[in-house]
């Protein structure tokens, strides 16, 4: 018999254990922070960046055609003149803008973005400039393509001999310029340092060359009177300028029609070109070869740089291209960021590109064309 009675044995169902309630306790705190965190991520990945999307745009063959007003038509045609049955592909690339500005993409689509080697993410305001409307861009961009439509034909006529007027022509002058009060719109430049002057690279090559240290002899014709002219460039970011704006005028011999919608700028020039020599000469260019490529031109031939060459290369492999003529001057880019599968070549003329294509049909390319490096 025991001196004291037995403590009663509590429920068992009411048994408290302070470390069960200190674990419920963080537990909800836990699953409240990773909840709050997941709802301010959605919000925060939803909401617009100060950045715009470059991707792979529509690919044209300037061989081919393209629908307009309801009716297949050339996207070159020449009429009134002796044309050649063609074959294969000569592509043009482009580049679509994702986003604009009061419109631009949501910060998940921008990492989803920065994840892609077909992309790049770019400040809205380096495709957008401040202060120029959407309209006005857009027709720069229309004006861009049509010059460079016209700097195309007279660069494939003259790769095919011919001979006709090429004026680069005055369209205004920058305030405070050396050009200023001297030039005037409608001036056409004949020769710089007694160097003629057929094209807007040779007018530019010829005034770098001579530099900023003293005045540049310029022979103009304005109304049709020849007169001669003195003018010291001034440095600008390390290229010696005059301060005028200028634009090729040509009396071309033959009517050669390109048609091409919704594109602008000016990075077709070379394709066009190409096109253009295919349909005025005998035999497959290409040899049924898919070949694309990207680049300006003008009118003497040379070939200058782009934009999006990293997404315009892809756009090419995804069209079925193989083979891919570059600027020489956007080789930086091309560098680490040309796709299996795809062969690249770099250009600087018209008559190199024209070669490279005709040694592709034969089937006659090696090591002595250049191609983007990294030295």
């Given at each position: 018999m025991?001196l ?6 509590a ?6 254990d302070?470390?069960?309630?200190r ?10 922070a990773i909840s709050v965190a997941?709802v301010i991520g959605v919000?925060?990945a939803l909401?617009?960046s100060?950045?715009v999307?470059e991707?792979?745009g529509?690919v044209?063959?300037t061989l081919?055609?393209?629908e307009?007003d309801g ?6 045609a020449?009429p009134g003149?002796?044309?050649y049955p063609?074959?294969?592909e ?6 679509s ?5 009061g ?6 689509e921008?990492l989803?973005?920065w ?6 993410v770019?400040?809205v305001e380096?495709?957008?400039p401040?202060g120029i ?5 857009d ?5 861009a393509?049509v010059?460079?439509?016209q700097?195309?034909?007279a660069?494939?006529l003259?790769e095919?001999?011919?001979?006709f ?12 310029t050396?050009a200023?009060?001297v ?5 056409v430049i004949?020769s ?8 807007i690279g ?8 001579h530099?900023t240290?003293s ?7 304005r109304?049709g009177?020849?007169?001669s002219v003195?003018?010291?460039p ?5 290229t010696?300028i ?7 005028v ?5 009517d050669?029609e390109?048609?091409l919608?919704d594109?602008g700028?000016?990075?077709a020039?070379?394709?066009?070109a190409?096109g253009?020599?295919?349909?005025l ?5 290409t ?6 490529g ?9 070939v200058g ?5 990293r997404?315009k290369m892809?756009?090419?492999l995804?069209?079925g291209s193989?083979?891919?003529l570059?600027?020489a001057?956007?080789?930086n880019?091309?560098v680490?960021n ?9 250009v600087?003329?018209?008559?190199e590109a024209r070669t490279i ?5 034969d089937?006659a ?8 490096s990294?030295g």
């Amino acid at each position: 018999m025991s001196l004291f009675e037995d403590e009663p044995q509590a429920d068992p169902r009411w048994r408290h254990d302070p470390a069960v309630g200190r674990r419920t306790l963080r537990e909800r705190i836990g699953w409240t922070a990773i909840s709050v965190a997941l709802v301010i991520g959605v919000v925060f990945a939803l909401l617009p960046s100060p950045y715009v999307i470059e991707q792979p745009g529509p690919v044209y063959n300037t061989l081919g055609s393209q629908e307009h007003d309801g009716e297949e038509r050339p996207l070159i045609a020449v009429p009134g003149e002796q044309t050649y049955p063609t074959d294969g592909e000569l592509n043009l690339l482009t580049v679509s803008v994702v986003g604009k500005p009061g419109r631009t993409p949501n910060w998940l689509e921008v990492l989803g973005s920065w994840f892609d080697r077909t992309k790049s993410v770019v400040p809205v305001e380096a495709i957008f400039p401040p202060g120029i409307s959407e309209s006005d861009r857009d027709q720069r961009n229309q004006a861009a393509m049509v010059d460079s439509q016209q700097d195309a034909i007279a660069a494939a006529l003259v790769e095919l001999g011919y001979d006709f007027p090429r004026e680069v022509t005055v369209t205004g002058s920058a305030e405070g310029t050396p050009a200023a009060g001297v030039l005037q719109e409608g001036d056409v430049i004949e020769s710089v340092a007694g160097q003629p002057v057929h094209s807007i690279g040779e007018l530019r090559e010829a005034v770098q060359a001579h530099g900023t240290e003293s005045p540049v002899a310029l022979v103009i014709s304005r109304d049709g009177a020849e007169q001669s002219v003195e003018l010291t460039p001034v440095d600008n970011g390390g290229t010696a300028i005059l301060g005028i704006g200028v634009r090729m005028v040509y009396d071309f011999p033959i009517d050669v029609e390109i048609q091409l919608d919704d594109v602008g700028g000016p990075s077709a020039g070379m394709m066009f070109a190409l096109g253009i020599v295919d349909t005025l000469t005998p035999g497959d260019l290409t040899g049924g070869e898919s070949i694309a490529g990207t680049g300006t031109i003008d009118s003497a031939g040379a070939v200058g740089p782009i934009g999006g060459i990293r997404q315009k290369m892809w756009g090419a492999l995804d069209a079925g291209s193989t083979w891919f003529l570059a600027p020489a001057s956007n080789c930086n880019e091309v560098v680490g960021n040309v796709p299996d599968g795809l062969t690249v070549f770099s250009v600087e003329t018209l008559d190199e590109a024209r070669t490279i294509v005709e040694d592709v049909a034969d089937g006659a390319v090696d090591g002595e064309y250049a191609s983007c490096s990294a030295g």
